[in-house]
């Protein structure tokens, strides 16, 4: 079943840390996407955001979630521009399996892995053993997160 709103849980999680319905990051959301596609160029590949990453920006940019029950120091982190030197080849090569283009949107403070949101607005989570399968959507994808359930291989998603 694909969520269409955030369950309470996850309602309560983003509102305790500073996210509401309508929130907008405004011109901030746009210098974010700006340096991370420019950091891409950097590396030698062309990044493009989409509707749907841009949209995810402007409301949920900027947000750190702790993770209820970890440390405190154990986040998820909506910020586009962390990650590493040569992560753009690793969002192209997502991307090219795909066949949808991919945005990063933030990454978890545990293990760095990166969460990136395809154009029609599918979560994925890159990390250091794979891609995963976060959710068909924002809803889903941060009750996956929040749930701590294991993730399906984002290849099960290639075309």
Known sequence: MTLREHTPEVSNWL???GWHPGRDIGVVA????????EDAAGQGWRLEV???????????????LPYPGSSPEVTLNFDP??????????????????????????YESYEFGIW??????????LHHTGGYFLGENEF???????????RPDAEDFFV
């Open 50 to 64: 989409s509707e749907a990453a841009t949209r995810f920006i402007h409301s949920y940019g900027e947000l750190e």
């Open 15 to 17: 509102a305790q840390n």
């Open 81 to 106: 521009t962390a990650g590493y030197h040569g992560d753009a080849e690793a969002f192209a090569e997502l991307s090219e399996g795909l066949g949808r283009k991919v945005f990063p949107v933030g």
């Open 30 to 37: 746009e210098n974010l996407i700006r340096i991370r596609v």
């Open 116 to 125: 990136v949101v395809d154009e029609i607005g599918r979560f994925f989570y």
């Open 140 to 150: 889903e994808a941060l009750s996956l997160a929040l749930s701590g359930k294991s």
